[in-house]
């Protein structure tokens, strides 16, 4: 069998780990369920009658938002196991195993493809009972959308197995994932309009890879103008992975040689 071959096998093995950890601790599943549908009913029924989107009801801005958002997070998943194997020892026994070593951080960010795919599913359908709409979208769009959806949650997973990695413990992991990204979702136009941000943070918040990313959804499905976001955004996730992949593998390598 070729090298390319065990190491697929290795990553679907690895994968196959992960995935069944799940429901041994369903705890896990809040990051990919309660949590992103109490986000969403929190701004479309507490915060959305105070939020102008001219043109649009708020439920249709925001949910290409929120969804980007809780998609990006799902990598939270794999920062905690990879801290928590790397507290238990378990990289050095899988570094004594006759196995790919590219295998244990490629079953790790397939394995978040699988869940994020849940977690769109949940939205989905608690947005569309909020009252969410498709407009000025046909089939290819909206699969596009979420070819793009799950893109960006492959790059968060390569972002968050570094953070894992780095952490001494899956606490600190969580705590430093939170402290980084969860401002950059607000500074964004995942919950309201960049332009009705003050000087500054308008600007900011206009570059920000969140909110080219959520218009690109908007563009997509709801019917925006596209701009340059639609190409733009996945400009951002290919270089997210090209990034963030590589630093990853070199840490794991200094944890592996530990």
Same mark, same amino acid.
């Given at each position: 069998?070729?090298?390319? @071959?065990?190491?697929?096998?290795?990553?679907?093995? %690895?994968? !196959?780990?992960?995935?069944?950890?799940?429901?041994?601790?369903?705890?896990?599943?809040?990051?990919?369920?309660?949590?992103?549908?109490?986000?969403? %009913?929190?701004? $479309?029924? $507490?915060?959305?009658?105070?939020?102008?989107?001219?043109?649009?009801?708020?439920? &249709?801005?925001?949910?290409? /938002?929120?969804?980007?958002?809780?998609? #990006?997070?799902? /990598?939270?998943? +794999?920062?905690?196991?990879?801290?928590? &194997?790397?507290?238990?020892?378990?990289?050095? !026994?899988?570094?004594?195993?006759?196995?790919?070593?590219?295998?244990?951080?490629?079953?790790?960010?397939?394995?978040?493809?699988?869940? *994020?795919?849940?977690?769109?599913?949940?939205?989905?359908?608690?947005? %569309?009972?909020?009252?969410? *709409?498709?407009?000025?979208?046909? /089939?290819?769009?909206? @699969?596009? /959308?979420?070819?793009?959806?799950?893109?960006?949650?492959?790059?968060?997973?390569?972002?968050?197995?570094? $953070?894992?990695?780095?952490?001494? +413990?899956?606490?600190?992991? *969580?705590?430093?994932?939170?402290?980084?990204?969860?401002? %950059?979702?607000?500074?964004?136009?995942?919950?309201?309009? #960049?332009?009705?941000?003050?000087?500054?943070?308008?600007?900011?918040?206009?570059? *920000?890879?969140? +909110?080219?990313?959520? &218009?690109?959804?908007?563009?997509?499905?709801?019917?925006?103008?596209?701009?340059?976001?639609?190409?733009?955004?996945?400009?951002?996730?290919?270089?997210?992975?090209?990034?963030?992949?590589?630093? @990853?593998?070199?840490?794991?390598?200094?944890?592996? #040689?530990?």
């Amino acid at each position: 069998m070729s090298s390319l @071959a065990l190491t697929m096998s290795d990553t679907w093995v %690895l994968a !196959r780990r992960n995935l069944m950890r799940i429901p041994r601790q369903p705890d896990l599943l809040i990051a990919y369920t309660i949590q992103p549908v109490m986000f969403v %009913l929190l701004f $479309v029924y $507490v915060f959305g009658g105070a939020i102008a989107t001219p043109g649009f009801d708020y439920v &249709d801005f925001l949910m290409p /938002g929120i969804i980007v958002q809780s998609i #990006a997070f799902g /990598g939270f998943v +794999t920062a905690l196991g990879l801290s928590e &194997d790397v507290q238990k020892g378990l990289i050095d !026994r899988f570094r004594s195993l006759p196995m790919s070593r590219a295998a244990v951080l490629a079953g790790r960010t397939f394995s978040d493809i699988v869940l *994020n795919c849940l977690s769109l599913v949940v939205l989905l359908a608690v947005g %569309l009972a909020a009252g969410f *709409n498709f407009t000025d979208s046909d /089939g290819g769009q909206i @699969a596009l /959308g979420i070819l793009l959806l799950l893109l960006l949650g492959y790059a968060f997973s390569w972002i968050f197995a570094l $953070v894992g990695l780095y952490s001494s +413990t899956p606490e600190t992991a *969580n705590s430093i994932g939170f402290t980084l990204i969860l401002p %950059l979702t607000f500074a964004s136009s995942v919950f309201v309009p #960049a332009n009705t941000m003050p000087d500054g943070l308008r600007q900011f918040a206009e570059v *920000n890879p969140f +909110t080219t990313v959520s &218009d690109a959804l908007r563009s997509l499905w709801i019917g925006t103008p596209a701009n340059t976001d639609v190409w733009m955004a996945f400009v951002w996730c290919f270089v997210l992975v090209a990034v963030f992949a590589p630093l @990853a593998v070199k840490r794991y390598r200094q944890v592996a #040689a530990k």
